[in-house]
């Protein structure tokens, strides 16, 4: 079996004054992957990140990083992981390019070895290298800050709900970036509470609350074990209300647009339709529509309330 990029076995963390944020937490991060962290505000997802950072001490289980024990060999350890905090910090009187050559000497990595105006160049901002960091714009920040969680070249980078309150223009600037590193072989870790955006991106996701794991699947595998699913149907009349004999869930939209929704574990596609022609209605044009992360996160979530 090939490594973990991260292992975690029955994580714990209880914050002085008592909130269990963690409660035994196991999950393997395979090498490679873009794995997504999903989960409300104060699930434990940060406190996660922060362990592995070495920013919070854990109060139970085991962590490994790149097959390095974040308690055994926490310098390997932190050498293997990039993180991109959630706060926009660092020192505004820095320059971009001195901001990453201070974090790369940080990190021991020798001057010839270091690759500020490459990682400059790679989030755009190597026409800023020697301008004072607090001139820059967020969304400029946001991008300095993803450069310096690469200077020691980690394998592994997380991002911390990184587009929490970004723009969309940057946050897809963000994501094209974030694809090219993990085409590039870099393990990709983010945490979001945005269901369209682990959706998008993460080819894995695992489902955080109240600090224990629910789910933890492929992306697909886990939009397919949602049971819902849509039909659109337009009728060949204008209808004034839904008709008796459809499912439960029906909406009228429009004059002539049914959205049904059905649980495809107990029906079909089929049997939908023939309670719409048994109610007396033509049937013009059809869609359906596949349950979406939200579906499957409420789903969950109501599960394990
Ligand atoms: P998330 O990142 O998923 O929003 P967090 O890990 O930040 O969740 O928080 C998990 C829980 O732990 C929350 O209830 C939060 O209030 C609590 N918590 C986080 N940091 C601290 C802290 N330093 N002291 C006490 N409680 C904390």
């Known amino acids: 079996m090939t490594q973990s990029a991260i292992s975690i076995v029955g994580l714990e963390k209880t914050y002085a004054g008592g909130k269990r944020a963690l409660d035994g937490v196991s999950l393997e991060i395979p090498r490679g992957s873009i794995f997504g962290l999903l989960g ?44 991109v905090p959630q706060e926009l910090v660092f020192d505004a009187f820095f320059t971009p390019y001195e901001t990453l050559e201070l974090a790369a000497g940080l990190f021991g990595v020798p001057p010839k070895q270091r690759r500020t105006m490459e990682l400059l160049r790679a989030v755009h901002l190597d026409d800023k290298a020697h301008v004072y960091s607090r001139s820059l714009s967020g969304g400029m920040k946001r991008r300095l800050l993803v450069a310096k969680a690469l200077v020691h070249n980690p394998p592994v980078l997380v991002l911390d709900e990184p587009t929490a309150g970004v723009d969309i223009e940057l946050r897809a600037q963000l994501w094209d970036y974030v694809k090219e590193l993990h085409a590039q072989g870099t393990t990709v870790v983010l945490t979001t509470h945005y269901l369209e955006e682990a959706e998008a991106l993460c080819d894995r996701i695992a489902i955080v609350n109240q600090g224990r794991i629910i789910a933890n699947d492929a992306t697909s595998t886990l939009l397919a074990t949602a049971g819902d699913k849509k039909l659109t149907v337009l009728v060949d009349r204008d209808l004034a209300a839904v008709p008796p004999g459809l499912e439960a869930r029906t909406e009228l939209r429009g004059d002539r647009t049914l959205v049904l929704t059905y649980d495809k574990r107990e029906r079909n596609a089929g049997q939908v339709l023939a309670a719409v022609a048994a109610a007396g209605l033509g049937v013009v044009d059809v869609s359906t529509q596949e349950a979406d992360l939200e579906d499957v996160f409420l789903e969950l979530t109501r599960a394990h309330g």
């Open 40 to 83: 409300p505000n104060g699930a434990g997802k940060s406190t996660m990140i922060n362990i592995l950072a070495g920013l919070v001490n854990k109060t139970g289980g085991t962590a490994n990083i790149w097959g390095f024990d974040i308690d055994a060999h926490p310098r390997n350890a932190k050498r293997s992981i990039g993180i």
